[in-house]
């Protein structure tokens, strides 16, 4: 790991982690870390996601520790989908990102996950209730486009960690609707946040998403209780 430093514009670079199981970068805020997030990509991208940028910048400079990192099956190849028999390796780079932050900063943690990688986060930590103190999962993937028929929220049941939604109303992996349905099973407290005509992707930088995340988490997990 490399320690982020300010280049000779003073603008913040992130530290390079790259340690076992986990490779990305950490975003530290400029005083006391309030809180820390753990934020991963969809099934296309990588740590340098615009919308994991975005929300990394967003969320340190409100005091979080945030590691934007690679799934295992990034790690492995630099392009392309994951594979389905190999999702176990792509929740246990997850947990692995999540126990690396919680040895480094004290304090709750948040984890956060752009459609595949919301999906295996909120995969995980239904299996394991007390990984983290919340969930954000951004364009969760309730279907393949065209779809409807094969439903991927068998596990959201059994959820019960504290959950926000974000979505775009023009997603084709599920409808405003549709997420109302899926977010009536999950046992626990949930939030949704509605992006009015942004697609699957969030379009962060057109609509402002990381800022309006941001924002809206700090209420509903009530981050100005925790210091």
């Known amino acids: 790991m490399t320690e982020g430093t300010e280049n000779s514009d003073d603008v913040y670079v992130p530290e390079c982690v790259d340690v076992a199981e986990v490779r990305g ?11 820390s997030l753990a934020l991963t990509h969809g099934a296309g991208g990588n740590f340098d996601a615009p919308l994991l940028v975005a929300s990394a910048d967003a969320w340190s400079a409100r005091g979080f520790t945030v590691l934007r990192f690679d799934l295992a099956f990034r790690r492995r190849k630099p392009s392309g989908p994951p594979h389905p028999s190999k999702a176990d390796a792509d929740r246990a780079s ?12 004290s304090g709750p943690i948040l984890l956060g ?3 595949y990688g919301g999906r295996q986060a909120s995969m995980l ?4 209730p007390e990984l983290v103190d919340g969930l954000i999962l951004m364009s969760y993937p309730l279907h393949p486009p065209g779809k409807p028929e094969k439903p991927r929220t068998a596990h959201l049941p059994q959820l019960r960690t504290r959950t926000m939604f974000v979505h775009g109303t023009k997603d084709p992996f599920g409808s405003p609707a ?15 946040i509605e ?8 379009s962060a ?4 998403v990381a800022d309006l995340v941001q924002e809206e988490a700090f209420k ?3 981050v100005g209780s925790w210091n």
Do not use: N, W
């Open 178 to 192: 549709e997420l109302s349905e899926a977010i009536a099973l999950v046992p626990a407290h949930t939030a949704a």
């Open 125 to 128: 930590v239904a299996e394991q």
């Open 113 to 115: 996950g752009h459609s």
């Open 94 to 105: 997850i947990e692995a990102a999540v126990t690396y932050l919680r040895r480094l900063r």
């Open 220 to 222: 509903f997990f009530d």
């Open 25 to 35: 970068f950490l975003h530290a805020p400029s005083g006391p870390s309030s809180g």
């Open 205 to 208: 930088q057109k609509y402002g």
């Open 195 to 202: 992006i009015s005509g942004a697609g699957h992707d969030l």
